[in-house]
């Protein structure tokens, strides 16, 4: 009998502390999910220089003039690490997954650089794409400052741009060379884009 | 005495299971370090597509001409986690820091895309800069496929020129836009990239 309330109260030490540390997230990594003001703007995403990288584009452009007045831009893509973890193994975007771009001036001859371009440490805005199942799904936010952002109302045109023509869920990963072969392999591209793509290809 | 074995005992399992499930790295964060073949060659860094970026150049060359007959060229810079932690702490890097350059295509009109350049899917090469204590400090490591690769001798000119030149410990911290502002307020910025700067500056 000794033993044995011994051997049951062991277990329950055990099973507590696998729990305690199996389950809570590691300090310093709490997860990473949009937080909104009481009137449903969204809190600017902090740390997201930590987040995964996606991609970076220079000076992209829908239309033919590149514009921009010679002022030329880097945009940096990041994800927050649960939605890409996901992505890894679905081919898709999970509910709370952010999207976020950052736009970085393309400067040249600076220190020993010569020639070509390199990201200078003004900020250029911050444009996030959030997917909240919660809030109608996705939707898109641009901040230029550290304050909340209203939503971008549903009948922009960047809605029906991502909607018409983004290859996976309503997003360019087209764009992101890691991430389209694996959408690809998992059969997650959308209709739109591959109308576009067999359209291009004749 | 019978509470007293038992209560030993607990303290016991208790201390065991805190030394494991508190010192280990929590599942999947497993320490970034540098890994080395029985003879000295580096292994390709794995997964670096989850460490921490820091910029992106574009065709970025240290002499005027831009050559790369034609070919446009985007370069990501990647560092791990625990090396760039501790450079916000301290404005330098520790030992076993691992910092990089991946090498992407500049693509042009794919997709929805009319003007400036994307990533493509095509590895252009890896370059790995490793601080190493146990091995002579830093070195320099160039990967075209997954073999490992040999140190590039340190007679070659990047060493030089990083050391001519670099913002911090040999590093072109100049480039890092969001890592910069530390440098400057830890005064961990070299002699000879002040010196640059102040010879431009006049």
């Not at 300090?27 to 949009?34: L, R, W």
């Not at 220089?49 to 921009?68: H, K, P, Q, V």
Request: proline share 6%; with cysteine.
């Amino acid at each position: 009998l000794r033993l044995n309330r011994f051997f049951v109260l062991f277990l329950v030490a055990f099973a507590v502390l696998f729990i305690a540390f199996g389950q809570s997230k590691p300090a310093g990594t709490p997860a990473h999910v949009p937080t909104y003001t009481e009137d449903g703007r969204l809190l600017p995403p902090v740390g997201y220089r930590e987040w995964i990288y996606l991609t970076t584009g220079l000076d992209m452009s829908y239309t033919a003039s590149a514009g921009m007045d010679g002022m030329r831009k880097f945009d940096n893509a990041f994800v927050n690490p649960e939605a890409y973890h996901s992505f890894l193994q679905t081919g898709t975007w999970p509910d709370k997954t952010m999207i976020l771009l950052e736009g970085r001036p393309a400067e040249s001859n600076g220190s020993i650089n010569k020639a070509g371009h390199f990201q200078g440490q003004d900020l250029m805005g911050i444009e996030v794409h959030v997917k909240d199942e919660a809030r109608g799904g996705w939707a898109f936010y641009a901040f230029d400052s550290d304050k909340p952002a209203e939503m971008i109302p549903k009948v922009a045109s960047c809605y029906s741009c991502h909607q018409g023509h983004a290859a996976v869920d309503t997003t360019f990963v087209q764009f992101y060379p890691t991430l389209l072969p694996i959408a690809k392999q998992k059969g997650t591209l959308s209709s739109s884009y591959l109308k576009d793509e067999s359209k291009a290809t004749k």
